[in-house]
């Protein structure tokens, strides 16, 4: 018999099933103890709870170092920073949850940023490059979805290759060139406060409202964790497993475009090498709040707490130290041992 | 997907390391004919001594691909160790023996691979988190490690050795060919080396056929690890001195080759010889471009063109092994 | 699971709550402004909340940010601000920067330095652009701001140490070059840069560009290795055996140029293509004494890190006023004040005779 | 044939072995003793036990209680084994394995010999020249000559068997286990492979044969032993048992109220549900293919499925069922041909179209295919179901509440609550699971794969019951079974895949489970004589 090709593109989700088994496995060795306490109970929340907890600490270790470290506005205003990375994580978890992963969204806010650019100097009129840089966000998104969806290849090859593909393309699009003097008034879309809370902080919390309402209120939530769970099982389902990731990566992408207006206006400035490194900072504050690398799990407070964990550890170390690289061992430092410790502490059944 | 159902003269084509060698081939032809320079001993031994590397750290790599991780730290984790190289051997700082500094390095390297794996197997802690989370720390460690300063003044041996080399050509091209060598004989001919295919083809399985599979992980890591140790001794020594931006973007490339040269990224596929063909491969865009003079707009195109190739490369390559299986399921029946 | 929303989120209630509080906190400060103009305003009350800690020494702190910390050049300036920071006594020295030279942390460290209330900030901004918002806020703070070593937009910042400009350094290495070559000689040049988005390389070479054509050595092409020691080299060894009439090498980055100069060394053409480029003295010494290099360019960086201090501190203490003609820098003397620049001096051309008198 | 001929002390002992999954009892105080040469054959319905023994036996599993020891290489005293695959390689326990258990990025050599490679050079180095000679040996000996280069992937199924035959093969072993040996073999390769056991039993090699094909069981074994819900029912000379006793004790029922009665009854209840149908709803087609094909796996289906019938797909593992029902489901896309579902023809569909046609579909993976097993009970049965639950786009919990609670009580699906993973169901609940899921949204069309694999005897009972009550009110089903008793209790007609073609239909109750074997064989025009 002739193997189809199509067994063969999900031997991901096989390496995840055979891990799952031997987990199981050890489960059932393990004795009855450890399932009837927390698996009966149904309490998914255990990282959540965990995340929080550490956050609880470094915010207190932090106060007690640093005075007037949680003084509210002085945590707002360093807040700036983190609202274009926050848009940008909210897309990652969508695909991490379905066992996806997108690595060109930082290449993604280049490109986005150079069509601003582009735009603004051809039309100048804002309106129209915040839509073009975004529309490019979206094309961006959907070239990687339609790739990844249509030929059924790893979205890690696919975003690896558009990774540098993007990125490549906003430097010579741009022939490095920046683009500045967009307005004050368009500045004010970054800077601007409403209760105190900066626009695109706004805007990250609404689109979060409606991605917790989506995961949670409406099939899509589930289908979306039984893509990431069990791909196939989704597809007998009658899921429709391509279209959804299709779309998946489209947000991420028009995500990466929104981000991209927000980072051009908070900088003024449009250029090429704008988003750089943000994959792995959004990959990082994912997967710190609980969001399954291996897919199914994850959820939106998960993902704001390791948002804000992320954050209020560089800020602190920042802050204390004043060492620039200590910041990038602490992050790092604490994503794999907390990941560890959660493994062990963990109860049965629940991977990160 | 290195075999297909196929017979004769398609067969031979459909072989991975065939096609990209024959790419590398056609690419060279065209370039040469544009500037005959480009056909020269004195640029292809550039392209091999600027491939050593990469070649030395791929085959590390592709252990770890091959049991369905990966591992995203290899170029911190070479920023760390030339660091520490030369803070050991430089005659500048510690000037230790090139006797001690070597093999601690090596052990270093290992040191840190091994850790990896422990975290990979035993600690239960996802490879791309845990090799994402290591990357991030050890560029801020090499940092502190290096003080804000260049080291300078590496022993000349091993300066001379690395610039020049044993008859004409640089330590690093021999390394990186005894390295292959033990690689292949790892992969293709030593027990361990079947058991890592296993491990990653069917897990199940392999702890069904009692393979220690967390053990295989351990020790891909660490050889990855040793590796990438390797690579820095012969060829950091080349560069004018040690700076903290060493190894940037190196674990993209490394994951680049593997991933070109077919090895697939959930484990247990890939041959050694294409992926050796996917590094000289992707060390020829930028000579090649420069040969081809595509002055200065086009070379602000440069990691554009690298971009679009790999992207293309991929879809080719799956729009073709479709196509194969389909066209070979139809010869069968 | 909608089966369970209402259960599960029953079951978070702790957390749920002790993020509402999170939040609750976080707004219950601004409430009262509440107005969308409030950056200003809150940065000022925040310098002010935050001042306490500040003053705790009485001294005057100054912050100092290059553009990429742990590079032998800002170190050098780096030993010039403390031996400044010394001799004054009064003064806190706080030096960091991002180590990846990405302007956004600039302007993360120093809205940062504008919540805990330091007295004055120095820039060496890696993009203006984007540090510009931040430095208008650390302003509207109370803080003072200078920059040095690059300059701002005018608006952000108060004085410029100004060392050199873009175009001075961009003509300054063309006439070395050409001085160096003899000025009759024909032939090609290359430039290599950092990546094609970097702003000062790329200004650089905005002002190299017209040189060049005055002169008769003709641009070839210009690479964009990155901030990539290896990419640098392999990128210099392909000019060199491309180009035949290649006759020198602008390395206008801090791996570009070593880079340059060992692939020249490595080829064996010392002397027949010359290199030249920004850099310390002493990481280009072997190059310059071996021949490879025979003129590196740059200014007296340990200098320019004691003028920097010694403005920021009378800036602070109020010595030092806008519309000042001159200003007094320790050891350096008076330093002539044109408009809102302090200058340095010229540029320094190190050569064979003269690398070893520095050292930094 | 006389068990034990090389000794009387028995090489394995079993002795009161307990195990249990998560709760549910696999296997109770089973004690065994295997005697050195003989072929010792072991019987049970599925999930009666048989894979789990295998797995003690094989150290991939540990028991909860009682032992299992084996006599040491001289024969002189025994060895308690500690449960660990090498514990048992070591003792010279080589298994074959069903569901092979192999490396399909692996050439047949790697295949045979990973885990104990044979090597020079102080172990360091494979020997490989001496691996593929022995390779070739073993493949010539079981009348194989494929290229032993080519990754197993690129194998047929019968082929793959013989690689995993091999590798039980090169183990230098004293016990080997035969899991379902011939279940993909053609008649040829069966008769080839049953003369392999002969010389194996002469060389004093014990071997635990396990087959549902009984009449393999007769020729071969010296003992039999009878399994059935996790406990033995006996073990007897294989010349004191008879087919009929065999059957009994395996089913626990008799064997006429079982296979005499059920083919009655089937014909019986099909003329009822004709009748009945004729009065009450269209009697019209339900679904129907025209020539449905995949290039490579299946070519040509045509057939038609009434409403209110059930219709058996027979034939043997990798025929080419599974895959028909894949395609028609829209999972895997079809070539050529089209599907007609109640007069609406479609020519492409993808699985949305046909679950909004009406068709519903129990996959043959239960765990992998069927369900999410990291999700509750609830969210399994909801996810086909959502359209029936949401208000607007957006879940009503009530609704869902009441639509999952509906399915629980319908079948019975024992789960401390709905909120349970099905992960930690039984198999029996499980598969409740995925009917409760796809029944909920009352379909048109049943398409069930195995849908009594690896369920224990009651549940496979109200599965069997459900099944006929479905088609009783009027649902078309198409029912895929490798179990033939199940196929002719069960369906109104039979339709046999050979090679990914029609080779018979039948009215299942004119035909007998051997000429629908025969007629599956791949070499089915000579295996009629054969079987004479």
Known sequence: MTPAPDSDQSPVNRARFDQQSADQQQNSDSGPFRKSIFHDSGFRWWHEVAVFVLLVLVLMVAQELVPGFLNPRSQLLLSRHVWEMALISLGMMLIIITAGIDLSVGSTMGLCAVAFGVSFEMTSSILLSCLFCVLTGFGCGALNGALI????????????????????????????????????????????????????????????????????????????????????????????????????????????????????????????????????????AVVAGGTSIFGGRGNVIGTILGLLLIHETRQFVGRYWGIEELKSIFVGGLLISFVLIYQFLRPSGQRV | MSQLPLRGWSRLLARRDIGILLLIAVTTAVVGFMDSRFISLDVWLGIFIRSAPTMIVACGVMAVILTGEIDISAGSLMALLAAVM????????????????????LALGT?????TGLLVSYGRVPSLVATLGLMTALRGLTTIVMGGKNIDGLPPALQDAAKRGWFGVPVSVWVASLVVLMTSLLFYRMPLGRRIYAAGSSPASARAAGLHIQRIQVFTFAWAGFLTAVATLVDVPRLPWIESGIGSDLELLVITCVVVGGVSISGGRGDLSSVLAAVVLMTMIRPVLTFLDVGEMGEKWTRAIQGVFILLAVIADQISIRFLWRKSAKVRR | MTVRVFSSLRRIFPAVIGLLMLAGCQDSGSSSTGSQDAVAGDAESDSESADAPSSRSGKIRICLLPKIKGISYFSSCFNGAREAADELGNVELIYDGPTDGDPRKQAEMIEQWTIEGVDVICVSPNAPDVVANAMKDAREAGIHVITWDADGTPESREFFINQATAQSIGEGMVRAMV????????????????????????????????ALEK?????????????????????????????????????????SFPGAAEAVEQSGLNGKVLVTGLSTPNDMKKFVQNGTVKSVILWNTVDLGYLTVYAAESLASGKLKSGAMSLKAGRLGEKQIVGDHVLLGDIIVFTKDNIDHYDF | MEAGSHSNRPLIEIRGICKSYTGVVALSDVSLSLMPGEVHALCGENGAGKSTLIKLLAGTVRPDSGSISCLNESLSHEVLLSGSVKAAEDAGIAVMHQESTAFPDLNAVDNIY????????????????????????????????FSIDRPLRELSLAQRQMVALARALSLKCRLLIMDEPTASL???ETQRLMLLVRQLRSDGICVLYVSHRLEEVFELSDRITVLRDGRLVSTRPTTEVTRTSLIHEMVGRDLETLHGVSKSESITAGADSHTGLAAGRATGTAIELTGLTRIGVFEDISLSVRAGEIVGLSGLVGAGRSEIARAIFGIDPCDFGSISISGKTLNRWTTGDMINAGVAFVPEDRQHEGLVLQMSVADNILMTNYKHVTRTGFISARAAHQLVDDQVKRFQIRAASSGLMVEFLSGGNQQKVVLGKWLAGRPRVLILDEPTRGVDVGAKHQIHELIEQLAGEGLAVLLISSELPELLRLSHRLIVIREGRIAGEFASGNVSQEEILAISLPDAGRSAESRQ
């Not at chain 1, 890690?156 to 593909?165: D, E, H, M, N």
């Not at chain 1, 497993?241 to 449009?270: E, H, M, P, Q, W």
């Not at chain 4, 885990?115 to 040996?137: A, D, F, I």
Request: glycine fraction near 10%; proline fraction near 3%; charge should be positive.
């Open chain 4, 114 to 145: 990973v885990g104990r490679e044979l090597t020079v050079g102080y172990g360091l180095l494979l020997n490989r020249s001496e691996m593929r000679r022995r390779t070739h040996e073993l493949l010539h000996r079981l009348g194989e000559h």
């Open chain 3, 179 to 210: 001085s160096d070559l003899g000025s009759e000689t024909e032939g090609e040049v290359v430039i290599i840069s950092s990546d094609a988005t970097s702003a000062n390389q790329n200004t650089w070479i905005e002002a190299m560009k017209p």
């Open chain 1, 149 to 284: 969806s249509r030929w059924r290849l790893h979205p890690l090859i696919v975003t690896l290759a558009t990774y540098a593909a993007y990125r490549g393309i906003a430097e010579g699009w741009s022939q490095g060139h920046s683009w500045s003097g967009f307005g004050a008034s368009f500045s004010q879309l970054s800077r601007g406060r409403l209760l105190g809370i900066p626009y695109p902080g706004l805007t990250f919390f609404a689109l979060t409202v409606i991605a917790a309402i989506v995961l949670w209120k409406t099939p899509a939530g589930k289908h979306l964790s039984a893509m990431g769970y069990n791909e196939k099982a989704a597809r007998f389902s009658g899921i429709r497993v391509d279209l959804n990731r299709f779309l998946l990566f489209c947000i991420s992408g028009t995500l990466s475009g929104l981000a991209a207006v927000f980072y051009v206006a908070r900088f003024d400035t449009a250029k090429a090498d704008a988003g750089e490194g943000f994959e792995l900072d959004a990959i990082t």
């Open chain 3, 215 to 255: 002169s008769k050595l003709k641009l070839a092409t210009i690479k964009y290795p990155g901030e990539n020691s290896s990419n640098a080299l392999a990128d210099a060894q392909d000019v060199i055996r491309k180009y035949n009439q290649l006759k020198g090498i602008f390395g206008i980055s801090s791996v």
């Open chain 4, 186 to 188: 053609s008649m040829r």
């Open chain 2, 111 to 115: 040191a840190i691979g091994t850790g």
């Open chain 2, 86 to 105: 030369g803070l050991l051997i430089s005659q500048s700082k510690a000037a230790l023996s090139l006797w001690i500094g070597i093999p601690a390095v």
